[in-house]
């Protein structure tokens, strides 16, 4: 049988990476992107930051105001988050994965893995040839970094591409795997958080090592027998799962802030309309048009208000779109008296375009 090879490729610290990427000018700098929750300056949390910043000890969800005293003597950039902006990025590059790819799946925002296994006839070197020309394409298109792990199985490349950051490479052959996962910690392995590391701990294992050489018995006798199992199989590098595309999204949206507070209907336009015409990219990207359009606020009191209306059948058409959009938002500002401070346009009920539908039976036919 052939080698399976399955690549998890995993942009780096991508909310501060793209942000970098619109304004060179921060790049030496400690990065910070916020989730502010508006409850005073400094309130909310840390969504990411650069590897400078990561340098002087900032992380992942930790209090803004925190992060703030730990760069308080260094010039620092402090941003929010733009999820429209960072969303952008991500729809294109994932579609670059998925040219990539004999199979693909979308596990998050900045990662994906794909399944290469036919594509690279089962060649380890050939993938890692594959991965350098998706990291340069990534750049060339983007500017931006990523990390990459390629290995026999999905848990093998994830672990991989998170062992060598930022702009790692790790490639895992499958008589490799042993070697590589016995010296990490228990904690690398998906399903072993805190707690069950500390009850592992106290059984004498602390590496995968560890735990491979445990006896399944043992372990189901701990552990139950479905995680028994998967730890045993998980620890010595044996998962089946495949890569498999995930279900169409629900909803295609788009939220950002306005330049300033208005209650003027042409300035909520102007970055509806805007908006209305990036869900359009990607309804035709993925060949699926829309039923159900809803617009969001969130008013100068950061309180978040919604309409909705469902069209009789669904279509794909921007002028729709947008219409639906403003007949809607200009209810909107009748019936409530704020000013509005963040605008966003939401698409729901999807349905696979039939006009792409008959294209691609018609050229099945054909060929
Ligand atoms: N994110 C967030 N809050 C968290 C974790 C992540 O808002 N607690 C967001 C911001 C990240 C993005 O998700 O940029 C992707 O998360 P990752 O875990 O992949 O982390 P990064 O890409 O930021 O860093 P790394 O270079 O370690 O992958
Ligand atoms: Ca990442
Ligand atoms: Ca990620």
Redesign the pocket.
Same mark, same amino acid.
């Given at each position: 049988m052939r080698n399976r090879i399955v690549m998890l490729v @995993?942009?780096?610290?991508?909310?501060?990476q793209a942000e970098e990427t619109r304004n060179h000018s921060i790049r030496d700098k400690p990065v910070v992107?916020c989730?502010y929750s508006g409850r005073s300056e400094n309130s909310g949390a840390v969504?990411?930051a650069n590897y400078v910043a990561r340098k002087l000890g900032v992380k992942?969800?930790m209090p803004i105001a925190l992060a703030k005293r730990k760069l308080q003597n260094v010039d620092a950039i402090f941003l929010p988050?733009d999820e429209a902006f960072y969303e952008g990025i991500s729809s294109r590059i994932m579609s670059i994965l998925r040219d990539y790819s004999d199979r693909f799946e979308q596990v998050?925002? @900045?990662?994906a893995y794909l399944d290469v296994s036919q594509r690279t006839n089962g060649s380890y070197e050939e993938a890692a040839g594959l991965a350098r020309r998706i990291k340069d394409e990534i750049v060339k298109q983007h500017g931006l970094t990523c990390?990459v792990g390629i290995g026999p199985n999905k848990p093998i490349a994830k672990i991989a591409a998170d062992i060598k950051?930022?702009d790692g490479l790790t490639v895992v052959r499958p008589e490799q795997t042993v070697e590589f996962l016995s010296p990490l910690p228990v904690e690398r392995l998906i399903g072993v958080g805190v707690k069950t590391a500390e009850k592992m701990r106290a059984l004498g294992v602390a590496t995968i090592g560890n735990l491979a050489k445990r006896d399944v018995q043992g372990l189901i006798d701990v552990f139950g027998k479905k995680l028994g199992l998967y730890f045993h199989n998980a620890s010595n590098g044996i998962d089946e799962e495949p890569v498999q595309e995930r279900e169409e999204a629900e909803s295609i949206s788009r939220i950002s802030t306005l330049k300033e507070n208005t209650r003027d209907l042409s300035l909520i336009l102007e970055k509806t309309n805007q908006q209305c015409e990036e869900i359009q990219a990607d309804l035709e990207n993925s060949g699926l048009n829309f039923k159900t359009v809803t617009v969001i606020a969130v008013m100068e009191d950061l309180s978040i208000r919604s309409r909705s209306r469902s069209l009789e059948k669904n279509t794909n058409r921007t002028e729709v779109l947008k219409g639906t959009v403003n007949g809607l938002f200009g209810k909107f500002l009748e019936e409530f008296n704020l000013e509005v401070r963040r605008v966003g346009v939401k698409v729901s009920g999807l349905a696979k375009d039939e006009k792409s539908q008959k294209q691609l039976t018609s050229f099945i036919k054909q060929g």
């Open positions: @995993d942009l780096d610290y991508f909310f501060a992107v989730v969504s990411t992942s969800g988050v998050g925002i @900045d990662e990390s950051k930022p």
